[in-house]
């Protein structure tokens, strides 16, 4: 059972994402925007877990942020710098580093640029 949760777009996103983070982590694909009924099957199944969401730095990315901000107010928000736009092309040192602010743990290798 895993007590913290990721939420991202797509898959390339999750494959990005698992392969930084070094705790078990349950990485949720919404492939894109989610429905309402959706939605609130996915929250049901999340309140007792810390929620993270990750999308990208683009309109379709923001749109499912917004919608997460107002039906799961008690989730955490992670940013990837805009520069990057795509979690999935997000440099790795990036994405640990964000992924470490929010206290999960990653393998170090990935906090060393270049």
């Known amino acids: 059972m895993f007590d913290k949760v990721i939420i991202v777009e797509g898959t390339s996103d999750k494959k ?8 078990p982590v349950e990485i949720i694909c919404t492939n894109g925007t989610i429905s309402l009924s959706k939605m609130d099957e ?15 730095a683009d309109a379709a990315g923001e749109k499912l942020r917004k919608q997460f901000k107002r039906e799961f107010p008690e989730a955490g ?23 470490m602010a929010a206290n999960i743990d990653v393998h170090s290798e990935h906090l060393e640029k270049g």
């Not at 992670?78 to 997000?90: C, G, H, Q």
């Open 16 to 23: 990005k994402v698992e392969n930084i983070v070094k705790e």
């Open 42 to 56: 996915l929250i049901d199944s999340l309140l007792e877990k810390e929620v993270y969401i990750l999308v990208d």
């Open 77 to 99: 928000h992670l940013y990837i710098d805009r520069s990057f736009r795509e979690v999935a092309t997000t440099p790795s040192y990036h994405l640990a580093t964000v992924l």
